[in-house]
């Protein structure tokens, strides 16, 4: 009898045996932060050292330390647990491995926060994936992977992927007896145009399974999970995950086409499909705007969504867990110490257009338009990867120029706060101080049958 979840052809078997289809959360914006997630502005390392900056190292980290304990705790897993979710895909970024000033050294309390959420969700019944959300030199141009430019500069720093390989058989290492690990994810959305990405993968995956040669491995396409074209023969023991979102049910697009959401979905998991490999959508959902007329659409979206994956045979993660009330199945409730001291900061960043998650990426228009129009004069040919044009202007004006002066701007807030007071902000975001997204719940739910 395997001891850990497995592959056998395009199924999951569980530890017995059994077929199990794996179904569940992705533990977001906790062990690696994101912007919209937790309120703050641009990307987490610059965040970080701003509070630093106003609270002293010693009082920022222990604010950290308390937010990270509050974020998710055996109440989460529970709640995960009796929702009937059995996978947790959990975030994470590799500055809890190691620190940069100390390559390969890999950090004495590396695991606690993982241990602990694996072992709560573990006695839940709940299954988890360690999913590296942002790796050293950032492997995409986007916030999520911590990256203050707009460079992906892991693809062209072999110091960088070095690092990544003795990361993950760390990892492998501490992993490789625990039967509720469903798992690697390696990479969070991969992004390079030079040809990078295969190699690496057959680099990474040889280093793991010298280490573990039995937790399966998700392997994310390039461009952000959605081409496939990188890899050949399929690995052994390997998911190929792919990332769904539709853009009606992001705010970009003004119609949604269920036909051409659907020929997304076939062409992202064509792969999976003619490898005879199991389909995981290990990211997907819509963000939630509070008007009703949007959202009953987005509803939609999603309910389309999970039949889809039903049809065929996919498991899914939805995105996310938690947050401040624009995607998570729950969130901080607007009464809470934090929300109360930084709700009018996150309205301020909505009004500029900061987060490009959930942003049209105009924000003051007077300003954008004539910035993205004299680009696309002056440059008719520029047609970057990987979204093109309006999101390179986009990324480098908003969410990186105006960002990341904002971030001193949140950090003021913290300033003057005693002991108690920062205590309150970080237990905010604990389960007791959440509501539950009933709408979501209840969709999700339902699309747990086989």
Same mark, same amino acid.
């Given at each position: 009898?395997?001891?850990?979840?497995?592959?056998?052809?395009?199924?999951?078997?569980?530890?017995?045996?059994?077929?199990?289809?794996?179904?569940?959360?992705?533990?977001?914006?906790?062990?690696?932060?994101?912007?919209?997630?937790?309120?703050?502005?641009?990307?987490?390392?610059?965040?970080?050292?701003?509070?630093?900056?106003?609270?002293?190292?010693?009082?920022?980290?222990?604010?950290?330390?308390?937010?990270?304990?509050?974020?998710?705790?055996?109440?989460?897993?529970?709640?995960?647990?009796?929702?009937?979710?059995?996978?947790?895909?959990? =975030? +994470? &970024?590799?500055?809890?491995?190691?620190?940069?000033?100390?390559?390969? /050294? *890999?950090? @004495? %309390?590396?695991?606690?926060? #993982?241990?602990?959420?694996?072992?709560?969700?573990?006695?839940?019944?709940?299954?988890?994936?360690?999913?590296?959300?942002?790796?050293?030199?950032?492997?995409?141009?986007?916030?999520?992977?911590?990256?203050?430019?707009?460079?992906?500069?892991?693809?062209?720093?072999?110091?960088?992927?070095?690092?990544?390989?003795?990361?993950?058989?760390?990892?492998?290492?501490?992993?490789?007896?625990?039967?509720?690990?469903?798992?690697?994810?390696?990479?969070?959305?991969?992004?390079?145009?030079?040809? =990078? +990405? &295969?190699?690496?993968?057959?680099?990474?995956?040889?280093?793991?399974? /010298? *280490?573990? @040669? %039995?937790?399966?491995?998700? #392997?994310?396409?390039?461009?952000?999970?959605?081409?496939?074209?990188?890899?050949?023969?399929?690995?052994?023991?390997?998911?190929?995950?792919?990332?769904?979102?539709?853009?009606?049910?992001?705010?970009?697009?003004?119609?949604?086409?269920?036909?051409?959401?659907?020929?997304?979905?076939?062409?992202?998991?064509?792969?999976?499909?003619?490898?005879?490999?199991?389909?995981?959508?290990?990211?997907?959902?819509?963000?939630?705007?509070?008007?009703?007329?949007?959202?009953?659409?987005?509803?939609?979206?999603?309910?389309?969504?999970?039949?889809?994956?039903?049809?065929?045979?996919?498991?899914?993660?939805?995105?996310?867990?938690?947050? #401040?009330?624009?995607?998570?199945?729950?969130?901080?409730?607007?009464?809470?110490?934090?929300?109360?001291?930084?709700?009018?900061?996150?309205?301020?960043?909505?009004?500029?257009?900061?987060?490009?998650?959930?942003?049209?990426?105009?924000?003051?228009?007077?300003?954008?338009?004539?910035?993205?129009?004299?680009?696309?004069?002056?440059?008719?040919?520029?047609?970057?990867?990987?979204?093109?044009?309006?999101?390179?202007?986009?990324?480098?004006?908003?969410?990186?120029?105006?960002?990341?002066?904002?971030?001193?701007?949140?950090?003021?807030?913290?300033?003057?706060?005693?002991?108690?007071?920062?205590?309150?902000?970080?237990?905010?975001?604990?389960?007791?101080?959440?509501?539950?997204?009933?709408?979501?719940?209840?969709?999700?739910?339902?699309?747990?049958?086989?």
């Amino acid at each position: 009898m395997a001891t850990t979840i497995r592959v056998s052809r395009d199924r999951f078997l569980a530890p017995t045996g059994e077929p199990i289809h794996l179904r569940g959360i992705c533990l977001g914006g906790w062990l690696t932060m994101e912007n919209f997630i937790t309120g703050y502005s641009g990307n987490e390392t610059l965040m970080r050292r701003e509070v630093g900056r106003v609270l002293g190292d010693d009082r920022a980290d222990a604010f950290f330390e308390r937010l990270l304990q509050a974020f998710f705790a055996e109440e989460d897993a529970e709640f995960l647990g009796r929702s009937g979710f059995n996978l947790a895909r959990i =975030a +994470v &970024g590799y500055k809890h491995f190691e620190d940069d000033a100390r390559p390969f /050294e *890999i950090k @004495p %309390d590396a695991f606690r926060h #993982l241990d602990r959420a694996i072992d709560a969700l573990a006695r839940n019944g709940v299954y988890s994936i360690v999913d590296l959300h942002a790796l050293p030199g950032s492997q995409n141009h986007h916030w999520h992977s911590d990256n203050a430019t707009h460079i992906p500069g892991f693809w062209e720093h072999p110091h960088f992927q070095d690092r990544v390989v003795n990361i993950w058989q760390a990892i492998a290492t501490h992993y490789r007896d625990n039967p509720w690990v469903a798992g690697y994810n390696l990479l969070n959305e991969p992004a390079d145009e030079t040809g =990078a +990405v &295969g190699p690496f993968y057959r680099r990474l995956v040889g280093a793991i399974r /010298e *280490i573990d @040669p %039995d937790h399966v491995l998700y #392997l994310d396409g390039n461009t952000y999970a959605t081409d496939f074209t990188v890899f050949d023969e399929p690995f052994e023991n390997a998911v190929y995950t792919l990332h769904d979102y539709v853009p009606a049910g992001l705010g970009r697009a003004s119609e949604y086409d269920p036909k051409a959401a659907e020929a997304k979905f076939l062409e992202r998991s064509a792969y999976a499909r003619a490898t005879g490999t199991p389909i995981l959508v290990g990211e997907f959902g819509p963000i939630y705007t509070g008007d009703e007329e949007r959202d009953r659409l987005r509803r939609r979206i999603l309910a389309d969504q999970l039949d889809l994956y039903r049809e065929h045979g996919a498991g899914w993660a939805l995105w996310m867990y938690k947050d #401040l009330g624009r995607q998570g199945l729950v969130s901080v409730r607007p009464d809470t110490p934090y929300r109360r001291r930084f709700d009018d900061f996150v309205a301020q960043k909505e009004r500029l257009g900061v987060d490009q998650w959930g942003s049209d990426g105009e924000g003051v228009r007077e300003v954008t338009r004539p910035v993205q129009e004299l680009v696309a004069r002056e440059a008719p040919h520029f047609d970057p990867y990987p979204w093109g044009r309006f999101d390179w202007v986009r990324t480098l004006l908003l969410n990186i120029t105006l960002a990341q002066p904002l971030a001193t701007e949140y950090a003021e807030r913290f300033r003057g706060l005693d002991g108690s007071e920062l205590d309150a902000l970080a237990d905010s975001f604990a389960f007791a101080s959440c509501a539950v997204r009933a709408p979501l719940l209840e969709q999700l739910q339902a699309g747990l049958g086989e």
